[in-house]
């Protein structure tokens, strides 16, 4: 018997049809898990996908695969910041959470003209299941995905390293941001990525983040007016490295986020 062996589940969840009939994008999920916990995941994934606050989805799909790769070990980010979103001048704020976004990716090196490609794509989208990818030289699209975009998939962190990661931060061990930092590392991971930036679509959830080697995962909260639908994620990325490889990368290497303390 295979004692170690591990299955990735993911979960994609639409209303109007399922995606490939032109349904709206609603939830998507993906974990690694081992055989005996498999049912429990799942679970997690369904409630996930059912009580989305985009809306109830007519159509879902939950696969299970079993990993054959070999899986890569990576740790989160090195520095977690949860950036102060306002500098405050009696009941003024100096600034907006988004001002903060692009000033950090200004520091990590963007320039001026990719950012404000970023700012054009994230309020074109809404509900994509996946990142839009850029070159963080010249902003010119990477993928040829469209409005799908590329998803991330095959990651999860290691055993509970997150709810240990998330105590010693004191940082509340949610799903979302269990999430959120597993794709980070995963992607930022890679040095193609240059940068990450990510603004949610969902109307209620208003923190984001950009994400990079160079600064790690800095959280921003108030990047949008609540109830905006609008949003993706954007990969800024090294155009002289070899995109088809990258975007493999991205969606079939396994990767386990492991943290030690
Ligand atoms: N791979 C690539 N892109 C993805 C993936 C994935 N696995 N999952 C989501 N996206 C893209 C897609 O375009 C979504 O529309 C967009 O990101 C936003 O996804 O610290 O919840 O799930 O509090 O709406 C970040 C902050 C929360 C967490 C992000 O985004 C925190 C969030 P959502
Ligand atoms: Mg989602
Ligand atoms: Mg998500
Ligand atoms: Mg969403």
Same mark, same amino acid.
């Given at each position: 018997?295979?004692?170690?062996?591990?299955?990735?589940?993911?979960?994609?969840?639409?209303?109007?049809?399922?995606?490939?009939?032109?349904?709206t994008h609603i939830s998507g999920? %993906?974990?690694? /898990?081992?055989?005996?916990?498999?049912?429990? &995941? *799942?679970?997690? !994934? =369904? +409630?996930?996908?059912?009580?989305h606050c985009k809306?109830?989805?007519?159509?879902?799909?939950?696969?299970?695969?079993?990993?054959?790769?070999?899986?890569?070990?990576?740790?989160?980010?090195?520095?977690?910041?949860?950036?102060?979103?306002?500098?405050? %001048?009696?009941? /003024?704020?100096?600034?907006?959470?988004?001002? &903060? *976004?692009?000033? !950090? =990716? +200004?520091?990590?090196?963007?320039?001026?003209?990719?950012?404000?490609?970023?700012?054009?794509i994230v309020s074109q989208y809404s509900s994509m299941r996946g990142a839009?990818?850029?070159?963080?030289?010249?902003?010119?699209?990477?993928?040829?995905?469209?409005?799908?975009g590329?998803?991330?998939?095959?990651?999860?962190?290691?055993?509970?390293?997150?709810?240990?990661?998330?105590?010693?931060?004191?940082?509340?061990?949610?799903?979302?941001?269990?999430?959120?930092?597993?794709?980070?590392?995963?992607?930022?991971?890679?040095?193609?990525?240059?940068?990450?930036?990510c603004w949610s679509d969902d109307p209620d959830y208003t923190?984001g983040?950009?994400?990079?080697?160079?600064?790690?995962?800095?959280?921003?909260?108030?990047i949008k007016?609540?109830g905006d639908e609008r949003g993706c994620r954007?990969?800024?990325?090294?155009?002289?490295?070899?995109?088809?490889?990258?975007?493999?990368?991205?969606?079939?290497?396994?990767?386990?986020?492991?943290?030690?303390?």
């Amino acid at each position: 018997m295979v004692v170690d062996k591990l299955y990735n589940l993911r979960m994609r969840a639409a209303q109007g049809g399922s995606h490939e009939q032109g349904g709206t994008h609603i939830s998507g999920g %993906e974990r690694i /898990t081992r055989f005996s916990n498999i049912q429990q &995941v *799942a679970m997690y !994934l =369904l +409630e996930k996908g059912l009580t989305h606050c985009k809306g109830r989805p007519d159509f879902m799909q939950i696969q299970l695969e079993s990993i054959p790769e070999s899986v890569t070990y990576v740790q989160p980010l090195e520095r977690w910041a949860n950036v102060e979103r306002f500098v405050k %001048e009696g009941d /003024t704020f100096l600034k907006e959470g988004k001002t &903060v *976004a692009f000033q !950090l =990716l +200004e520091i990590i090196g963007i320039p001026k003209k990719v950012i404000d490609r970023a700012v054009e794509i994230v309020s074109q989208y809404s509900s994509m299941r996946g990142a839009v990818l850029i070159d963080a030289h010249s902003g010119k699209r990477l993928d040829d995905r469209g409005e799908k975009g590329v998803r991330v998939s095959r990651l999860d962190w290691l055993g509970n390293d997150f709810e240990k990661w998330a105590r010693y931060y004191h940082v509340s061990a949610n799903s979302r941001i269990r999430e959120a930092l597993a794709l980070a590392a995963k992607v930022n991971n890679h040095p193609a990525t240059i940068a990450e930036l990510c603004w949610s679509d969902d109307p209620d959830y208003t923190t984001g983040y950009v994400a990079s080697r160079k600064m790690g995962y800095q959280r921003i909260e108030n990047i949008k007016t609540y109830g905006d639908e609008r949003g993706c994620r954007i990969f800024f990325v090294d155009g002289q490295k070899d995109i088809r490889s990258y975007i493999n990368y991205l969606e079939n290497q396994p990767v386990l986020i492991t943290w030690e303390g």
